[in-house]
Nanobody, 123 residues
Framework: QVQLVESGGGLVQAGDSLRLSCAVS????????MGWFRQPPGKEREFVATINWSDGSTYYAASMKGRFTVSRDNTKNTAYLQMNSLKPEDTAVYYCAARYGGQNINAATYRYWGQGTQVTVSS
């Protein structure tokens, strides 16, 4: 059974940093891409970043590039989202997801999802 479990969310102040983790289990993700998405309160889910599990190549939403960094540790079967210089508008539930094949910004193409972790940034 494939499982993705996020952790690391919380309440922080504007300008702070957080690192989210996504622990994966249940299969080998060598040929998979991992995606990070978020859903702000009252809004639709949006793409944040994605990383190829095999070669570590990454792609970011334009508004996140430079502040957010996605990475993975193959030895720990864990993907990470490092978020710096957080802003109140970054407040959202953050999800990790996995899809077979290459990177994609469309959430509908991801088969496996974590339960989400809340990030709240106060001003």
């Amino acid at each position: 059974q494939v499982q993705l479990v996020e952790s690391g969310g919380g309440l922080v102040q504007a300008g702070d940093s957080l690192r989210l983790s996504c622990a994966v289990s249940g299969r080998t993700f060598t040929n998979y891409a991992m995606g990070w998405f978020r859903q702000p309160p009252g809004k639709e889910r949006e793409f944040v970043a994605t990383i190829n599990w095999s070669d570590g190549s990454t792609y970011y939403a334009a508004s996140m590039k430079g502040r957010f960094t996605v990475s993975r540790d193959n030895t720990k079967n864990t993907a990470y989202l490092q978020m710096n210089s957080l802003k109140p508008e970054d407040t959202a539930v953050y999800y990790c997801a996995a899809r077979y094949g290459g990177q994609n910004i469309n959430a509908a193409t991801y088969r496996y999802w974590g339960q989400g972790t809340q990030v709240t940034v106060s001003s």
